[in-house]
């Protein structure tokens, strides 16, 4: 007796189906699973056999059983496949009448028969609905996160026994109703790192606002306890909310690593990442026996934030350059070559030498000149490049600190960020000769494309200096000997600043601005 079933296999984000076969029969008894099965699927055997014998249903364990994953080409790993052989195999054993063409299973199973949660649910459930799927059947505790593919019926499944008894026609599972996108939701928890809890900080305030609009990487440096892990953190609270594309897009890599949680979804806050400065490479950029999302991948589209930038050794940070011009990174092993999305916004921070008290005016600072350069060497000038904002975080007074006068908050700041994202749609749209209303379009959720993400040939398309703007323009590019890409960023950032003082065209004084920022030694 031969069964099918369907399932999925998962490459990095990238899906594909797997035809899950099962044969039963006469001969000496046994259970072989085949289709290059790693040590997760072979174990299904066992877990199957008490899994299914403990839920109240007959294992056939007299008959010869066969199952075969194909493509047999591809890699098989992981226990989400316990949920589909199970499936084939009942179906075999008990003849039952189910179409499925149009459904796909996946899950692992306990042994008490229960359907435990597996990794990578979420682009299971896209890929599904865009391969025109029907019906998908998952374990109950990642059915919130496939009823983000809207048009499929998704069925939480909590142990064999009652999809066994659904396939049968025994009873009917009731299709499982997720929230809709913003009802809920959000990756970091920002309600204690307002931008109204800083006192003084005004330029660096100031940068953050730009960093968001524009989505640039900045860079901070300053004596310890000025500010910059708080002003690092309050940054996601400036930014525009995640559009339900974006946030589809963060919740796939959060999901085919398990960190995706029903009480965190649908997302709405960007992701904040903070690795310690030890963190290897691979944990960073991804790999592993199973290629994993690293910390950039899981800061996609939000804020990956470098703590004592210089402690982290150089390799990692020279890893980071090709991430943070082509916005993915990609992994290459013997056996399989994998890409993950990291269009994250760059914060680092560092300390103007080992004991960090260069710049500050306490004259505690007892290291080397040669120290000092040695120390800040361990940036590399093509990453200092990358970074558009540089920024000098000075020691607060004392009499900002105990300031009662409040400043602005976040939900303040990130007003006027939404309006210059929505500024940046306007120009695009108008640029492509598509009629577009700013006050129409007011509500609307911003953009994915950022300045900072635009290419040469958009800058010269979108961007408009005034004849002052670009004789300013090229005197600094002389003078500070300005690369071809921090030529461009310069622009992009000058762009950024005319968007946010809704300004058609880039001003002398938005060049002067972007300018200053792209001085390593920065400014306060």
Known sequence: MLSKCLSAALCGLSVEIVEVEADLSSGFPGFTVVGLPDMAVQEARERLRAGVRNAGLDFPNSRRITVNLAPAHLRKVGPAYDLPIAVAILTAALKLKFNFKKALFIGELG???????????????????????????????????????????????????????????????????????????GLATVTDNDLANIRGQSGARRALEIAAAGGHNILFHGPPGSGKTMLARALPTIMPPLSEEEALEVASVFSVTGLLKSESFPLTSRPFRSPHHTSSLPSLLGGGTHIRPGEISLAHRGVLFLDELPEFSHATLEALRQPLEDGQVTIGRSFATVSYPAKFLLVGSYNPCPCGY???????????????????????????????????????????????????????????????????????????????????????????????????????????????????????????????????????????????????????????????????????
Do not use: W
């Open 358 to 524: 260069a710049e500050d005016a306490s004259g505690k600072c007892d290291c080397s000149p040669t120290t000092i350069i040695r120390y800040q060497k361990k940036i590399s000038g093509p990453l200092m490049d990358r970074i558009d904002l540089h920024v000098a975080v000075p020691r607060v007074e004392y009499e900002h600190l105990e300031s009662t006068q409040i400043g602005e908050t976040s939900a303040q700041v990130r007003e006027r960020v939404i309006e210059a994202r929505v500024r940046m749609r306007a120009r695009e749209r108008a640029r492509a000769g598509d009629k577009f209303s700013l006050q129409a379009d007011s509500d609307a959720s911003p953009i994915a494309l950022s300045n900072s993400e635009l290419s040469s040939k958009m800058v010269r398309e979108f961007c408009m200096l005034t004849d002052d703007a670009l004789k300013l323009l090229r005197e600094a590019a002389k003078r500070l000997n300005l690369s071809a890409r921090g030529y461009f960023r310069a622009i992009k950032v000058a762009q950024t600043i005319a968007d946010l003082a809704d300004t058609k065209k880039i001003q002398s004084e938005h060049i002067a601005e972007a300018i200053m920022f792209r001085q390593p030694n920065g400014h306060t």
């Open 111 to 185: 042994l008490d028969g229960s359907v435990r949660p597996v990794r990578g649910v979420l682009p299971v459930a896209l890929e599904a609905k865009k391969r025109g799927f029907d019906q998908l059947f998952v374990p109950a505790d990642n059915a919130f996160e496939a009823a983000s593919a809207t048009g499929l019926e998704v069925f939480a499944i909590n142990n064999i026994s009652s999809l066994i008894d659904h396939l049968a026609n025994k009873s009917n599972l009731p299709p499982f109703i997720g929230r809709p996108f913003g009802d809920k939701g």
